[in-house]
């Protein structure tokens, strides 16, 4: 008879709210004025670059920092706040840290059942074999922390913070430390843990691919603030401002001035919504939304360099009246080399325009 595929206990997810969050280092607000909810069940990541406050929030809600302003809820009931601090081993919150902080003395069964200490014995010891087989290390539970590879050392502590059945569940760049095809392999086995055991999750990264690929939605943060909030096609469709659109992307930024309501370039003339008659303005166009088409057709331009990344070809191209190329990502790419003449196709609906005055 097959063998069923181990599944992780479900677990009862709680909504984790922040209202007006603020935490303060010396005169610099790492965290200001944050508000969002993060719902049953819901996979949210946190997105920014270095030093805007993914961590920082984390740690409030883990219950690591303490809030200089506003309140954390949890299922509605405060756990961090002006009236009440609940403290961090009474919150039924788990944690993954980047380094994954496992106990260099005990071995992989070890670390998962540490987080177990409140049941019997053999009781915590059949939890945590199942944990570590379910997340495909059954034959390396003898094994201790020097003795892993970092995709195994990131099983066990993911194991470890989810056998206490967590209702939330915070990871700190879970993945950051592993090579791509490690880090790809374990990303997947982490989100569909997640999914079996339907625990809430706030997980920070600096990769919107990452984020992209996680999120159901996705939390946007600059310099300790929210900038956007929203599932990863809203996100990256429609950018809050070209700060947003810049993470997310490379861009070909190119100025010109708004005349009846479309901002006038050199490569067209694009759609800018609510940017007043006269104002300068930026159109941001994706690499990957412009199109080669023979000579002749469409914008002109010339093929200036091209290099083959695998699935995509980069192209920089000359066009008149652009001080710089024009950068391209295009598949299936045409039989052209350096030098020719080939046709410039830019989507009217692809192009984001920005006033020239946004961030």
Same mark, same amino acid.
């Given at each position: 008879m097959a063998q069923r595929p181990l599944r992780a206990a479900a677990i009862i997810p709680a909504s984790l709210t922040f209202e007006k969050i603020t935490r303060v280092f010396g005169e610099k607000a790492a965290v @200001?004025?944050? $508000? =969002?909810? +993060?719902?049953?069940?819901?996979? /949210?990541?946190?997105?920014? +670059? $270095?030093?805007?406050?993914?961590? #920082?929030?984390?740690?409030?809600? !883990?219950?690591?920092?303490?809030?200089d302003s506003g309140r /954390?809820?949890? @299922? %509605?009931?405060? &756990? !961090? %706040?002006? *009236?009440? =601090?609940?403290?961090?081993?009474?919150?039924?919150? %788990?944690?993954? =840290?980047?380094?994954?902080?496992? =106990?260099?003395?005990? @071995?992989?069964? %070890?670390?998962?059942?540490f987080g177990l200490g409140d049941l019997p014995k053999r009781e915590a010891l059949s939890i945590a074999d199942a944990a570590l087989r379910r997340v495909g290390l059954g034959a390396r539970m003898r094994a201790h922390p020097h003795e892993l590879s970092g995709g195994e050392q990131q099983r066990v502590a993911l194991a470890r913070a989810v056998v206490p059945r967590p209702r939330v569940l915070l990871m700190d760049e879970p993945f950051s430390n592993l090579d791509r095809r490690m880090r790809d392999q374990v990303r997947?086995? *982490? &989100?569909?843990?997640?999914?079996? #055991?339907?625990?809430?999750?706030?997980?920070?990264?600096?990769?919107?691919?990452?984020?992209?690929?996680?999120?159901?939605r996705i939390v946007l943060m600059r310099e300790g603030r929210l900038v956007q909030i929203g599932p990863s096609r809203e996100i990256y469709s429609r950018p809050v401002d070209i700060e947003a659109a810049r993470f997310f992307c490379d861009l070909n930024e190119i100025e010109g001035k708004v005349r009846g309501g479309r901002v006038e370039t050199p490569v067209g003339n694009f759609v800018a919504p609510g &940017?007043?008659?006269?104002?300068?303005?930026?159109?941001?166009?994706?690499?990957? $939304?412009?199109?080669?088409?023979?000579a002749g057709f469409c914008l002109p331009g010339r093929v200036l360099a091209q290099r083959f990344i695998g699935e995509v070809e980069l192209v920089d191209l000359a066009v008149q009246g652009l001080e710089r190329p024009l950068r391209a990502r295009v598949q299936d790419m045409p039989e052209i080399r350096r030098g020719a003449d080939v046709g410039v196709d830019i989507r009217d609906e692809e192009v984001l325009v920005f006033d020239a005055k946004s961030p």
């Open positions: @200001d004025e944050v $508000s =969002f909810t +993060a719902g049953n069940g819901e996979v /949210i990541c946190l997105l920014g +670059a $270095s030093g805007c406050g993914k961590s #920082t929030l984390l740690r409030l809600a !883990a219950g690591i920092e303490v809030p /954390i809820l949890l @299922d %509605g009931k405060e &756990i !961090a %706040g002006p *009236t009440r =601090f609940v403290e961090p081993e009474d919150r039924g919150i %788990g944690l993954v =840290f980047q380094d994954y902080a496992l =106990f260099p003395h005990l @071995d992989a069964l %070890g670390n998962v059942m997947e086995e *982490t &989100i569909g843990l997640l999914r079996e #055991t339907g625990a809430t999750a706030l997980i920070v990264t600096h990769d919107p691919e990452e984020a992209m690929r996680i999120a159901d &940017i007043a008659e006269g104002a300068r303005a930026i159109a941001a166009i994706r690499p990957q $939304s412009i199109r080669l088409k023979p």
